[in-house]
């Protein structure tokens, strides 16, 4: 059983890369075994190339044309890691990167001229570098070119908002609804501008709306209790506040308003409770105020957002498959801003789709030294650490997951996968399985106990297991496959 | 005249001819009286008109923020003003405060304060040297006050650095004592001062609030987006204010501990002096920048507590704090209660206080508009004024940025703004219209103090605005109310000369009006000595009631409109 998922496992992974990556002129595929394999390994493969497509970007990547047109300049991005001369003043280093930036994003426009993303993302840098005039030159031009553009909209209304022109800002967030009804955070908006020009009741139509697309978002409650506690609907008021504190529970201003509130109903006692509460989370925001004041760094902050532009440019050539272009950028884009874990996926992403798994592994460790909590992160170290054969390492990787996120069934089901490649460990693979399951019963936690019940000796159990696996997944050939092979060896 | 000269043309002319010529004629009749309409004020209809003088005053000062391009944070903050009758001639004259050279600033004629007297019919005269109140100084606020009680007024200046208590020698000339007095104060970086009789002892003790702990050491470099900027004020520790009780022999004694002002520590910035809570003392608002307000609640005998969380006037109506910068106070909706304006930075309204009674105050800005047109702008110099003696306030916004180079990094706003005039409707609501009020209104510079008194006498308020780096700007009302007015000049006996902490009530028909004497107010500055009562249609005032701070009730009756009156403590009936 053992050998026959294994063999599975390694031929679906070569057949997922080969129809991943085209002819890439990556890894050669192995010849093919499932003559000699049995069902086990390849069911085994299926499940290690199903954690595969997770790590892989669902985009097929066509084949990088080394002759490609479209240029990049480079030498900006290798200036970038280089010392060239005496160090500029951090002054003259923004001035640089904003130049280089500004350059980058034209060229992807030019390069991408049917792009949208290209221009909508030329706005948003006006935007961050303080030129919300030009910016709204472009966002006029990206709804030119598609004027179904929620988020665009959105962006617009906020350049009015800014001005105090209410009607008009409210006027663009509604051209947002009208396009996609449940935009996140619009209704609050328009509540925000109708606030502004006294509009209580409309306001709070606006937020209950809001919440309703967005349950979670204390700041809608929050707002709809001072509108209540304005029009001295008391009860109300309390009731929306206590719902922000609820879901945040450090919320800072709602304590103001149940303070605020307690005073008018002449509840001294409840107004001091509140009011303790509140000096104590005002305290603490002011010093994490002047803390984030001093800690911030105007060169650093630049970097951050022209690594967006940096990884958005290195997404577009990606997705054209000129792969070469797009590690430059995005490793630009890491270099920009080392802790950011979105760059350091994507590239980690690029990686792979070359078969570059010590790479992004190597990006996965980073990603796991600046969020050690993200139990993803491990998983992927333990997932690819299995296909390059390094079980020990794959095994502490699991057992991060376990630990970071206990909740999660995906530690406990790789970790009982590995035991059972290993040929070891059966009574705990099989007891990790079933944790798996109880934490969550998908088809894939059933197939590894049924495995794992399997190589325990325990026939009747792992029938059950594939049989429930079958169930939530009727279509899933390879469950039926293994059932029958299970069912005839008893 | 146009039409003496159409007269002498028509003579000479034959029949035929006059056809064309009265044709010539009636189109030239017309372009004169479109030349003529035109010319005439394109703002006839606006209640206010608040129109340039500033060319014709001759006052040639020029501020200067003694800065060298290393963004020292006092230079963002200077300067306040003051509009006081200095020498007791029946009328307003300006006292203008000026920066001094900042470290690597080089100067070839030092800055110095100036003081102009005002010479009648928008004349003044710079008497600086004369007078002797050319301080050299790096100003920021200033306060007047007749602190010895010898019948003329005195200025406090609250400098960063040593401050000045200049005594009004009652000819004309100043003697700075504030070493000899004990309130020269160290070396701080002052902001506002109030004189305020806070003890009710009959004598002005005075008020001095500080904006941050800075040396030159400590200074700050930051960029925002590249661009060299001036620091956050967050970056520098809050200082504890002063509160100096005048010991009635020309000293005063610190009692900032022991009265409890001196227990908190606020970025201090604008502040004024006002019974909030009718009590008969004077209580102590302090505008703090970029942190919570404080309201100190006088005990009535010079004891404060800070009440501001409790009131709510610590915030905003939600509880945020705002980058406090002047604080105007008034009974914008005659409820008989005094109310706080409070002007702050960019994208943050500038904030009104609505006095509820009952030491409860709230954040009524949404529902009234009484921030309109201030969310782009930083605001500073501000007051509750009756432009159009309608016998409801107005409000006045002196605007424009701190950062001299912020379109470079922020193009929602600007370094110079256009000021704002806040009409006030008569049912609690306010409305924009600067538009529409006169030329003054359209002048766009770096506006910080300003004062607002009758500088010509002419019974409605004029304006005076301090603008950093540059000249003033004096704005006359030439409003075209023919509204009634009555202005009030206070002589205290027993209590302190001017009045200052007096509470007035002014009742005509139907209109019942309040207002207290102030010493120091709006950005750092001071004017307002006498009191000023828009009256609408009323043709006489039925009833002026004065409570004296620490000393009786006096009521003055059937006093005729559209004078100025001067009520003596004790000449009321009780």
């Known amino acids: ?490 | 005249m146009c039409m003496s000269i159409l007269r002498a043309r028509i003579k000479t002319i034959s029949s035929a001819e006059r056809q064309d010529h009265w044709r010539n004629i009636g189109c030239w009749f017309v372009a004169v009286l479109l030349v003529l309409h035109l010319s005439v004020d394109a703002f006839a209809d606006s209640p206010i008109l608040l129109r340039d003088v500033t060319k014709e005053t001759s006052i040639t000062f020029t501020h200067t923020d003694g800065g060298s391009g290393r963004h020292y944070i006092m230079e963002t903050v200077s300067a306040g003003l003051a509009l006081f009758d200095y020498d007791n001639d029946g009328d307003v004259d300006i006292y203008f405060l000026n920066g001094a050279p900042l470290k690597g600033t080089e100067v070839d004629v030092k800055p110095k304060n100036a003081l102009y007297r005002n010479e009648g019919g928008w004349k003044f005269t710079d008497v600086t040297e004369q007078a002797g109140v050319g301080d050299s100084g790096y100003g920021l606020g200033v306060t007047v006050g007749d602190y010895d009680n010898d019948g003329d007024l005195d200025i406090y200046l609250n400098n960063y650095g040593p401050n000045v208590l200049y005594r009004n020698n009652g000819d004309g000339t100043f003697t700075d004592v504030a070493e000899k007095a004990g309130v020269d104060n160290g070396f701080h970086v002052g902001a506002g001062t109030c004189f305020l009789d806070a003890d009710k002892d009959g004598d002005l003790d005075l008020y001095v609030s500080i904006y941050l702990d800075f040396s030159y050491e400590k200074h700050v470099t930051t960029t925002t987006k590249g661009f060299p900027v001036y620091a956050n004020p967050r970056f520098y520790p809050p200082m504890p204010d002063f509160l100096y009780r005048n010991n009635g022999d020309g000293t005063f004694t610190d009692v900032s501990k022991s009265s409890g002002v001196g227990n908190h520590a606020g970025w201090g910035m604008g502040i004024v002096c006002g019974d909030y809570d009718n009590d008969g003392d004077t209580d102590v608002f302090i505008g703090n920048d970029v942190g919570e307000n404080f309201l100190f609640q006088n005990d009535g005998t010079g004891k404060f507590e800070e009440v501001g969380l409790m009131t709510g006037a610590a915030y905003d109506l939600h509880g945020d704090e705002q980058g406090s910068m002047g604080v105007g106070c008034g009974d914008y909706d005659n409820d008989g209660l005094l109310d706080f304006y409070v002007t702050s930075y960019q994208g943050q309204l500038a904030t009104l206080y609505r006095n509820l009674g009952s030491d409860m105050f709230e954040d009524v800005t949404l529902v009234t508009g009484s921030g309109t047109g201030t969310l782009p702008h930083v605001t500073w110099g501000n007051s509750f004024v009756d432009f159009d003696n309608n016998g409801i306030r107005d409000i006045f916004v002196a605007c424009g940025h701190l950062q001299d180079n912020v379109e470079k990094f922020d193009d929602t706003t600007t370094y110079f703004a256009r000021n704002l005039l806040l009409l006030n409707t008569g049912d609690g609501k306010f409305i924009d219209i600067s538009d529409q009020s006169g030329d003054g209104m359209k002048i766009k510079l770096s506006s910080r103090g300003a004062g607002f008194d009758d500088l010509d006498n002419d019974g409605d308020v004029d304006v005076v605005i301090l603008n950093s780096r540059r000249e003033p700007t004096i704005l006359r009302n030439d409003s075209p109310s023919r509204e009634h007015w009555l202005q009030v000049r206070l002589r205290g006996v027993k209590t302190n000369r001017d009045g200052i902490g007096a509470h007035v009530k002014v009742g005509a028909g139907d209109l019942t009006q309040i207002d207290e004497v102030h010493s120091g107010r709006g950005y750092q500055g001071h004017f307002g000595s006498r009191l000023y009562f828009g009256l609408g249609n009323h043709e006489k005032v039925d009833r002026v009631e004065v409570r004296w701070i620490g000393g009786p009730v006096d009521v003055f009756e059937n006093i005729a409109v559209d004078k100025m009156v001067t009520l003596i403590e004790g000449q009321g009936d009780g």
């Open chain 1, 1 to 490: 059983m053992n050998t026959l998922i294994e063999a599975i496992c390694m031929e679906r992974c070569t057949i997922t890369e080969g129809r991943d990556t085209g002819n890439t002129g990556g890894p050669q595929q192995p010849d093919s075994h499932a003559p000699k394999k049995t069902l086990s390994v390849l069911l085994a493969g299926f499940i290690v190339c199903a954690f595969n497509c997770y790590l892989f970007q669902v985009a097929a990547f066509p084949q990088s044309d080394e002759n490609s047109q479209k240029t990049v300049t480079t030498s900006n991005l290798n200036e970038l890691n280089e010392s060239t001369g005496p160090a500029l003043k951090p002054e003259q280093e923004i001035a640089v990167l904003k130049k280089e930036e500004l350059e980058l994003a034209e060229r992807l426009m030019k390069d991408f001229p049917d792009s949208i993303n290209a221009i909508i993302h030329m706005g948003n840098l006006w935007e961050r570098h303080g030129d919300a005039t030009k910016a709204l030159e472009y966002f006029d031009k990206a709804l030119e070119q598609d004027p179904e553009r929620p988020d665009v909209y959105k962006s617009i209304g906020w350049f009015f908002m800014n001005k105090e022109q209410y009607e008009q800002a409210i006027e663009y967030w509604q051209k947002a609804l009208q396009i996609d009804p449940n935009t996140p955070g619009v209704h609050h908006d328009i509540a925000l501008a109708l606030m502004g020009q006294n509009k209580q009741s409309q306001a709070i139509g606006e937020l209950e709306k809001d919440i309703q697309i967005s349950p979670r978002s204390s700041l809608s409650y929050f707002l709809l209790g001072q509108l209540y506690l304005r029009q001295k609907e008391y009860e109300k008021a309390r009731n929306y506040y206590e719902k922000a504190i609820e879901i945040e529970p450090n919320h800072t201003n709602a304590y103001y308003g149940l303070f605020t509130l307690s005073i008018r109903l002449k509840q001294q006692d409840k107004a001091k409770e509140y009011m303790a509460v509140f000096k104590k989370l005002k305290a603490e925001d002011m010093k994490i105020l002047k803390d984030r004041n001093k800690a911030v760094d105007d060169l650093i902050q630049m970097q951050k957002g022209a690594a967006e532009t940096y990884m958005l440019a290195g997404q577009m050539y990606q997705a054209e498959g000129d792969f070469q272009k797009a590690e430059e950028l995005l490793k630009g884009a890491t270099t920009l801003d080392p802790n950011n874990i979105l760059c350091l996926e994507k590239l980690a992403s690029l990686y792979l789709t070359s078969n570059r798994i010590t790479d992004a592994i190597s990006l996965y460790r980073k990603i796991s030294e600046i969020d050690p909590k993200d139990p993803i992160c491990h998983l992927n170290i333990g997932i690819l650490s299995m296909r390059l054969k390094q079980l020990e390492k794959a095994e502490k990787a699991f057992h991060n997951v376990i630990e970071v996120a206990p909740g999660f069934s995906g530690g406990y089901r790789e970790l009982a996968q590995l035991y059972l490649r290993a040929g070891r460990g059966y009574p705990e693979a099989r007891a990790l399985a079933e944790k798996a399951v109880a934490l969550e019963p998908t088809a894939l936690n059933y197939f590894v106990l049924c495995w794992a019940c399997d190589m325990n000796g325990d026939s009747q159990n792992a029938i059950k297991a594939i049989k429930r696996a079958i169930q939530l997944e009727p279509a899933n050939l390879k469950y039926r496959n293994v059932y029958e092979h299970i069912k005839s060896k008893n």
